[in-house]
């Protein structure tokens, strides 16, 4: 196998990933092995029991492990979900000088530079930390939309930078998670930005598009428009809390209610369907009962429906809505409820559809890009930073992570 493969690693509410691959020249990303396992001792993408995490961790890395029938290697990435992640827009201008250090000249590379370094930063509260600055178009003289400044005349040039972060202990957490595995983590990057560099294509990133990771304790957000992210965040709400409704609702147990909600669930109401009675056999000292398939729907609609209009609303804030040409694109293990693709296009009044993986080999099946897209996203996240990873063992993420230097990709 290459040395040159790239690992990356999720860890999940119900399931930790692990993904190995290796982006080739053309651009193609070759998959030489996974592994996946149930997570434990994590919920809504925060850490709750320690050593069980870490175990689990263990276990799907030797599973990944097993199946490459090599190490898991130096370069590995963490996707970062969860951690009630966040986008805030920041503006920094500078004056532009000539030679003699008036007012009015040429942009020159230094000064694009400069802009781009005071903008970086951001103020932010003590508990949040930077996961991503993605720079923005410039602004020259007032003049906005300008993608490259230099050798323009001007007096003042602006940029606006999109600060991507997170909570600050959710991702201290994961950092000493990895270090006691031990894992030597080269980078990281937020999961839904990674689930979007998996799935979305050029043109539409240009035409504006939303990518909703469904995970199973959180769902992650990313909007794209005139090819860059211009909103992003992540919900503390995922496939567990159906779960965990239908449980309640029908005052079953928690394994029966998943079981339910996979066999037969769905997220969109349909006054046509036929009624249909479902048998729950007794369990664990409760009696046996028969529920309405329209009162299980009802339950499962309410909280996946309550989920797309919380990002819907952001998305609305921030004047978003009208520029979503290439619609919908729904990942993570939730993306496969049947119905949830009708409920995204009814809720957002645009196109939906499960996203496909761009240019990947290496998966069993087309549904298992959706499920694994935020792996697949940084490992080409990861290959693009290629030029900036030292050949130190420290953990470079810790500064990536942090708000260094990036572009959007």
Not at 154 to 167: C, K, P, R, S, W
Request: net charge negative; charged share 20%.
């Amino acid at each position: 196998m290459a040395s040159s493969f790239i690992t990356a690693l999720e860890i999940g509410t119900t399931s930790i990933k692990v993904l190995m691959g290796d982006v080739r020249e053309n651009g193609e990303l070759m998959v030489l092995a996974t592994g996946e396992c149930d997570s434990r001792g994590v919920r809504k993408g925060e850490i709750i029991d320690f050593e069980l995490a870490l175990n689990a961790v263990r276990q799907t890395l030797k599973t990944a492990e097993t199946n490459a029938k090599s190490l898991i290697g130096e370069r590995v990435v963490l996707t970062a979900s969860g951690g009630r992640a966040e986008s805030k827009l920041h503006r920094a201008g500078i004056p532009v000088l000539n030679e003699y250090e008036e007012a009015g000249g040429e942009i020159s590379q230094e000064d694009v530079e400069h802009v781009i370094d005071v903008a970086r930063k951001i103020p932010l509260s003590n508990d949040r930390i930077r996961l991503h600055t993605l720079q923005q178009n410039f602004e020259v003289d007032g003049r906005g939309g300008i993608s490259n400044p230099v050798g323009l005349l001007a007096e003042d040039l602006t940029v606006e930078m999109l600060l991507i972060h997170g909570n600050q202990s959710t991702v201290k957490n994961l950092t000493k998670l990895t270090q006691n595995v031990p894992l030597n983590c080269s980078d990281a990057a937020f999961g839904g930005f990674c689930s979007a560099l998996a799935i979305l294509t050029p043109e539409q990133k240009q035409a504006g598009a939303v990518v909703i990771d469904l995970g199973g304790g959180t769902t992650d957000f990313v909007v794209y428009n005139s090819g860059l992210v211009k909103l992003a965040g992540s919900l503390a709400v995922g496939g567990d809390h159906v779960t965990a409704d239908i449980s309640s609702g029908f005052s079953i147990n928690r394994h029966k209610a998943e079981q339910l909600k996979i066999e037969s669930g769905t997220a969109q109401l349909n006054q046509m369907a036929d009624e249909q009675n479902i048998s729950i056999p007794s369990e664990g000292g409760l009696d046996s009962r028969v529920i309405r398939s329209s009162a299980l729907h009802t339950i499962i609609n309410a909280r996946m429906e309550e989920t797309f209009r919380l990002i819907a609303n952001q998305i609305e804030e921030h004047g978003l809505s009208g520029v979503l040409s290439a619609g919908i694109l729904l990942t993570g293990g939730g993306s496969a409820m049947d119905g949830a693709v009708d409920l995204a296009r009814q809720v957002f009044n645009a196109p939906a559809q499960i996203g496909k993986a761009q240019d990947c080999y290496g998966l069993s099946t087309k549904r298992e890009g959706a499920r694994f897209a935020s792996v697949l996203g940084a490992i080409r996240y990861a290959a693009s930073q290629t030029h900036e990873i030292p050949k130190s063992k420290m953990p470079r993420w810790l500064s990536k992570i942090w708000g260094s230097k990036e572009t959007q990709i």
